[in-house]
């Protein structure tokens, strides 16, 4: 009997992957440690603050401002999974913005294990998407955000365009 396999990578699989396989952010800018859970509209992932970071302050903290990185990063690793699941790479993005990001507290503590979640409401053909998203410190809900992104079709045209202009 011949025994055949599924080639589509699982769900588990692709979120179980190490982080640097999944986003193509490198050394001291990868602030996100692993995915927790990925599904088709959301995801969860973990960030450990260093204390001995580029970011730290005198107490070792990371400010609170820095949170919108982690949540373009978690973005970034849900539209990777999605476009990685469909046998496929994603397509580079930009950040756009934010409506309101809050910080509910000026700074995350040292050595907190922070888990940020992005929950995707939008997203068009064209390349725009918006995601809820919010970073907790066990219960406690740290920061919270619409954001709003855009994977250009031609992504380096859409740079150069963006700085001649």
């Excluded at 503590?109 to 998203?133: K, W």
Aim: net charge negative; charged share 15%; aromatic share 6%.
């Amino acid at each position: 009997m011949t025994h055949v396999t599924n080639s589509i990578p699982t769900i588990q699989h692709l979120a179980r992957q190490p982080i640097e396989a999944i986003i193509p952010h490198r050394g001291t800018v990868l602030l996100i440690d692993a995915i927790d859970t990925f599904s088709d509209d959301a995801l969860t992932a973990h960030a450990t603050v260093d204390a001995h970071a580029w970011y730290a302050d005198t107490a070792g903290a990371m400010p609170a401002w820095i949170g919108i990185e982690l949540m373009a990063q978690a973005i970034a690793a849900h539209v990777a999974l999605l476009a990685m699941r469909g046998g496929g790479c994603a397509r580079l993005g930009v950040l756009l913005g934010s409506r309101s990001y809050k910080a509910l507290q000026p700074a995350f503590a040292s050595g907190a294990c922070l888990l940020i979640r992005v929950t995707e409401f939008l997203r068009s053909e064209e390349g725009h998407g918006a995601y809820e998203c919010t970073i907790h410190d066990g219960d406690v809900c740290c920061a919270e955000a619409v954001v709003k992104i855009f994977q250009p079709p031609d992504f380096q045209s859409f740079i150069e365009g963006s700085v001649s202009s």
